[in-house]
C-alpha cells in the first residue's frame, strides 16, 4: 500500500546537517522511486532562527524541541548535533514518542548505546547510525546485516582522516607532525583544538562501535586503549621507510580465544597490506571472517556530503521500514557477554628506539633485561653514533604490553640508557 508522504526532522543545521539537507532535496524526486512514498523535511531545530541560512525555508526552522516532538506527523528524526546532551535526551524522548531515529553521533553511540538501542527495541522503533563511523563508508550495515553470516575475529581500520592526512605528509613529503598539522588546520581537516583526533579519542569511539557489532558484545570507549600520533618523529619516519613500511593510526579489534582486544595506536605497516595504501584523508576498514575471508571498505571518512550521504541512506531505510510496515526489524546485536581483555594481557610486535652508551657490553645488558621480561627479540639495528652515544634501533617478537611495559620502566633506570625515545607497535 503506498503512502503519499513521511515527514521527517532535522536536528542541527552545521556542516552534516546542512549536507543531510541539501542532498535529501537534492535527490527528492528519486527517494519517491526508491521508498514508494514522498520524504519531507518539515522542521528543523536549530540555536538561532535569525540566523542567515541560504537555501533552506526560514518557515522550516524552529528553537523549540517540543514541536517536533509532540507534531504526531512526524516519523523521523534525524539528530546530527552531535554530543552527549542533550542529543541523548532527545533521542529517548523521540523514541519513546514512537518515532524513528537516524543519528551520526559517534560519541552517544559508543558511550551510551545500550540504553538507546534498548529504548528503540522497546518502542519497536528504528534507531541507525551508519554515519557515526567512517563518514561515508558503509561498514555498520555490512557488520550487521551484510556479513551476518561470519564469525568475524578482526576489524582493523583507518577511522580518523585528520591523523591520516598528517601521517601522509609526514610519510610523503618529509614534514614534522607540527608542519603537517598545520597544514591540516589550513586545508580545514584538523579542527582548531585537534585533540580528539591526534590522541586518539574520535578513533577509538568508532572502534568500540565496531568491535560491538561485530563481536556481538557490548564495548564501550572506556575499554579501549587510545594513544595517539603526537609522539611520531621524522626520524621514525625514516625508520619505517627502511623497513618498507609506513606509519598509520590503527583501529585494532581482535576477537580472540581468550577475549576481545580493542585499541587504537600508531603501528608500523608492512608495505604489502591493504590500508598501508590509504593516503591523505581517506579511511578504510579492514574486516577478516571466517566465510568472507578479507573484505576492505574503503573511502572518505568525513566530510559534509560523505556523511550526509550515510544519514540519508539510513533515513531511506527507516522510510521504507514504515512505508512496508516493518520498522524495528534490527535493534541490538549484542547478545553475548565475551570477555574483554585487560589490555596488559594484549599481545602486539614492538619498534624501539633508545639512545644509549656506545660502550662494550650495553647491549648485551640490554638483551638480559628484555629476556628476563619475556620480550624476544626479532631484530637490532645501531646506525647514529655520536661521540659516547648510539642509537639502538629494536623490533621485538609478540609480547604482552605488560611485559613489555615493565622492561623498559627497568630500561629507563639503566646507567647505560638516556633515553627510550620511540615505542611503536607493529603490525608486521
Known sequence: MKRKKIKAALLGLGTVGGGVYKLIQRRRDVMEQTIGAQLEIVKILVHDLHRKR??????????????????????????????????????????????????????LIAEQGRELLSAAEENHTDLLFEASVAGGIPIIRPLKQCLAANEITDVVGIVNGTTNYILTKMFEENMSFESALEKAKELGYAEADPTADIEGLDAGRKVAIMASIAFHTRVVFGNVYTEGITKITEKDIAYAK???????????????????????????L??????????????????????????????????????????????????????????????????????????????????????????????????????????????????????????????????????IKNALKELEELEDVYEISSVIRAYL
Open 54 to 107: 541560504e537555501g533552506v525555508d526560514v518557515s522550516l526552522l524552529t528553537d523549540n524541541w517540543k514541536e517536533i516532538l509532540e507534531n504526531e506527523e512526524i516519523e523521523i528524526v534525524i539528530e546530527v548535533i552531535g554530543g552527549i546532551e542533550p542529543a541523548k535526551t532527545m533521542i529517548l524522548q523521540a523514541l519513546r514518542a514512537g518515532k524513528h531515529v537516524v543519528t551520526a553521533n559517534k560519541d
Open 270 to 403: 608492512k608495505k604489502e597490506h591493504p590500508l598501508a595504501s590509504v593516503r591523505d584523508s581517506f579511511n578504510a576498514v579492514f574486516v577478516h571472517g571466517d566465510a568472507v575471508d578479507d573484505a576492505m571498505f574503503y573511502g572518505r571518512g568525513a566530510g559534509e556530503f560523505p556523511t550526509a550521504s550515510a544519514v540519508a541512506g539510513d533515513v531511506i531505510d527507516v522510510a521504507r521500514d514504515i512505508q512496508y510496515g516493518c520498522t524495528g526489524r534490527i535493534s541490538c546485536t549484542c547478545y553475548k557477554e565475551t570477555l574483554i581483555k585487560e589490555f596488559q594481557e594484549v599481545e602486539n610486535k614492538f619498534f624501539l628506539r633508545m639512545q644509549v652508551k656506545n660502550q662494550p657490553g650495553v647491549l648485551a645488558c640490554i638483551t638480559q633485561i628484555f629476556g628476563n621480561h619475556k620480550v624476544s627479540i626479532v631484530r637490532v639495528v645501531q646506525k647514529y653514533v655520536e661521540d659516547t652515544k648510539a642509537e639502538l634501533v629494536i623490533v621485538t617478537d609478540k609480547v604482552k604490553e605488560g611485559y
Open 242 to 268: 627502511e623497513l618498507d613500511c609506513v606509519i598509520k593510526l590503527l583501529g585494532v579489534a581482535h576477537n580472540t580465544a581468550d577475549g576481545i582486544e580493542v585499541g587504537v595506536y600508531p603501528m608500523l
